[in-house]
């Protein structure tokens, strides 16, 4: 079967990995000339396999009032005339409640599970260097209130599967001796020993030359734009690009926060909405005061990754539109963070900045598999969370274009319109 993928970030090329291991024909689409130019080019860099909670809480809410009030805040809306943009948040906050929280929760940690177990056997399989680290995340914390939420959080979670510690500041010291900086404001926390960290573009740029040799020899369409499916009732039928329409049996959406323009040309309504993100990456020129685990300072809202002899440093979400300006204000925040907790790592005056935009859902469940026309499926949605559950959300994709029952339920990952019939594609027990 020939199937064109959307996409060549790292939701794409996974999906891309898993359809052609299946012998499938597959050609990936992208406007861009290279892979992962959108959001995986320079993102947190943290496989955060027990961190999949849900944006949307009872916490967020609780916190809503002071980060919009506040300049330097985690989370910034600048309100535009956008129907949709007003749509996504009111949905937003609809979903800010425990009961919805924690099935999202759920639902996203069995993803998360799966997916890493699925990445440990890509890296067994091959040789892909991707400056790939299991040195575990550490999670630390300035209030006691934020970090009892956190304890509680844990034990939640404890039921799927998930082995995390709670621990003091001493104890957090212990583990990172670099956060030796910010001791005076460290309160306690969370470490996961099974978190990950990694390079999300090198993973794309190796994983794009595997695909190109044998045995996959997958096709790369660059610098084509997508302008709109050519449909009728049940199926598409062919892609109009800017070079002309190509056709194909399948065709899988994965093309980000450019995946709600392009559904759109066939009827079908995508809830996603950007969420506007920065990072910064710096040489690493003192090895010892640069953090060896991943570290998240959860008031910050700004997580570190030590990426080889590189760290990264991100943060930020910003409700602003698709537009992809730098905010010079946003990238100076993250710099004078970083100089506080780790100042002895670089003396960032060379930085590597970057700006993407996340395609989240309001409730930051992705949307996967079917769509009303029995050859469009849709991999998209992932929010902040692209990178950790890339693996998984590609082999859903595979495994419902080969007609075998996923591993994992997808109910509450389907599109809202299906939601009836989600149950179908449940696996048996």
């Not at 010291?173 to 990950?196: A, V, Y």
């Not at 905010?327 to 003396?347: G, K, M, T, Y």
Request: with cysteine.
């Amino acid at each position: 079967m020939h199937i064109i993928v959307l996409g060549a970030g790292v939701a794409g090329l996974t999906t891309a990995y898993c359809l052609a291991r299946d012998g499938h024909d597959v050609t990936v689409v992208d406007r861009e000339h290279s892979p992962a130019r959108g959001a995986s080019y320079a993102n947190g860099g943290q496989l955060s396999y027990s961190y999949v909670a849900p944006l949307a809480g009872p916490g967020a809410l609780r916190d809503l009032p002071l980060w919009l009030l506040d300049r330097n805040s985690p989370l910034r809306f600048h309100p535009r005339l956008d129907l949709h943009q007003w749509r996504w948040c009111l949905q937003f906050l609809a979903a800010c409640t425990g009961r919805q929280s924690r099935r999202a929760t759920e639902r996203l940690l069995a993803l998360s599970l799966y997916s890493r177990a699925l990445l440990e056997e890509f890296i067994s399989r091959t040789e892909l260097e991707f400056s790939h680290s299991r040195t575990g995340k550490l999670v630390v914390y300035s209030s006691q209130k934020s970090f009892q939420g956190a304890v509680a959080q844990m034990r939640y979670q404890e039921r799927f599967g998930c082995v995390q510690h709670a621990m003091d500041a001493a104890e957090c010291l212990n583990i990172e001796p670099s956060l030796s900086r910010i001791r005076d404001r460290l309160i306690g926390g969370i470490f996961t020993p099974s978190e990950q960290a990694a390079d999300c573009h090198r993973f794309c740029v190796g994983l794009e030359a595997l695909l190109r040799a044998e045995p996959y020899t997958v096709k790369f369409a660059y610098g084509l734009a997508a302008n709109r499916f050519v449909c009728d009732r049940e199926r598409v039928l062919a892609l109009e690009t800017d070079q002309g329409a190509i056709e194909a049996d399948a065709y899988v959406l994965a093309l980000g926060t450019g995946s709600r323009a392009l559904a759109g040309t066939a009827g079908v309504d995508l809830p996603i909405y950007p969420l506007k993100g920065y990072s910064i990456s710096v040489a690493v020129r003192a090895p010892a005061a640069s953090p060896a685990v991943s570290v998240t300072d959860y008031a910050r809202k700004i997580v570190y990754a030590p990426l080889g002899d590189r760290l990264r440093v991100a943060g930020m979400a910003d409700i602003v539109g698709y537009g992809r300006e730098m905010d010079e204000q946003r990238l100076a925040l993250l710099i004078r963070e970083a100089r506080a907790a780790f100042p002895d790592v670089s003396d960032y005056r060379q930085v590597e900045p970057w700006c993407g935009l996340r395609p989240a859902t309001p409730t930051s469940m992705p949307i996967l598999g079917p769509t009303k026309f029995s050859n469009l499926l849709l991999n998209v949605g992932h929010g902040a969370l692209g990178f950790t559950l890339a693996m998984g959300s590609a082999r859903v994709v595979g495994d419902l274009v080969a007609g075998r029952r996923p591993a994992i339920s997808l109910q509450r990952f389907t599109l809202p319109s299906l939601a009836a019939t989600s149950a179908e594609l449940v696996p048996a027990s």
